[in-house]
C-alpha cells in the first residue's frame, strides 16, 4: 500500500522567506503526484500536478519538482507572503483514479 | 478550472437520523467520483469509488450499508450517513476527474458533520 509522508508537520516563517515543503511516497509506481492547499475547514485547491515523466511544475511563486526514483516531491514557495498561510497537503496517484495523501504540512507565514 | 460543489457545507444531526451530502460536477461530466473522510490533524482517507450507473466500490473496513453511495447522474453523486452516531462526526469531501487517468482532480468545499 503506498505510504506518503509529509515533513515537516507544521512550519512558522516571517513574511518573504523562500521555504520547502516534502513529500516522500513508499511506491515509486505513481501516475502523477499533485500538490493540494486547505484552508481551515475548507475544501483543496489544486496548487500543481506533476506527471510522472515530468521533472517539475511552476506556477508563479510555486514550483514542484518530482524524484520518482528516490520517492520525493519537494513544493517551493518563493516570498511567502501571510496569505499563504494553509495547510499543503501532497497526494499521489498510483492506480485506479484514487489519491494517496500525507498528513499534510501546516504552513504559518507571519508578518 | 473545474469545479465541484458539495453541500451542505455543515451540518449537524441527531444521533439515530440519516444525513444525506451532494456532490455535483458542475461544468463537466464525471463517470467517477471519490468520497474522502478526514479526522483532525489527519490526512484524507479513501472510503468509496462512485460510478456512474454501477455500485460503488469501498475501501477496506468501511461498512457499505452505513454509508450509502448513489451516482445516478453523471454529474451527481450522493453519500447518505445512516443511523448517524457521534463517531460518525468528521469532515467528508468528494472529488472527481475532468478526464482521466493522470488529469487533475479537483474538490468538493467538503462537508462538516456533527452528529450529537
Known amino acids: 500500500k503506498q505510504e506518503v509522508t509529509q515533513i515537516p508537520a507544521a512550519l512558522s516563517v516571517p513574511e518573504g522567506e523562500n521555504l520547502v515543503l516534502n513529500c516522500s511516497f513508499t511506491d515509486s509506481a505513481i501516475y502523477n503526484l499533485q500538490w493540494f492547499r486547505q484552508d481551515p475547514g475548507k475544501g483543496l485547491t489544486s496548487l500543481l500536478l506533476?506527471?510522472?515523466?515530468?521533472r517539475e511544475q511552476t506556477s508563479g511563486r510555486l514550483n514542484a519538482s518530482l524524484d520518482k526514483s528516490s520517492g520525493r516531491s519537494t513544493l517551493y514557495i518563493a516570498a511567502s507572503q501571510p496569505g499563504d498561510s494553509a495547510t499543503y497537503l501532497c497526494?499521489?496517484?498510483?492506480?485506479?483514479?484514487?489519491?494517496?495523501f500525507g498528513k499534510g504540512t501546516s504552513l504559518l507565514v507571519t508578518p | 478550472g473545474a469545479v465541484v460543489s458539495q453541500h451542505p457545507s455543515r451540518v449537524i444531526c441527531k444521533s439515530g437520523t440519516s444525513v444525506k451530502i451532494e456532490c455535483r460536477s458542475l461544468d463537466f461530466q464525471a463517470t467517477t467520483m471519490f468520497w474522502y473522510r478526514q479526522f483532525p490533524k489527519q490526512s484524507l482517507m479513501l472510503m468509496a469509488t462512485s460510478n456512474e450507473g454501477s455500485k460503488a466500490t469501498y475501501e477496506q473496513g468501511v461498512e457499505k450499508d452505513k454509508f450509502l453511495i448513489n451516482h445516478a447522474s453523471l454529474t451527481l453523486s450522493t453519500l447518505t450517513v445512516t443511523s448517524a452516531h457521534p463517531e460518525d462526526s468528521s469532515f467528508y469531501i468528494c472529488?472527481?476527474?475532468?478526464?482521466?487517468?493522470?488529469?487533475?482532480?479537483?474538490f468538493g468545499q467538503g462537508t462538516r458533520l456533527t452528529v450529537v
Open positions: 506533476i506527471q510522472s515523466s515530468q
Open positions: 497526494a499521489a496517484e498510483h492506480s485506479g483514479y484514487a489519491l494517496n
Open positions: 472529488s472527481a476527474r475532468k478526464g482521466g487517468l493522470n488529469t487533475e482532480a479537483f
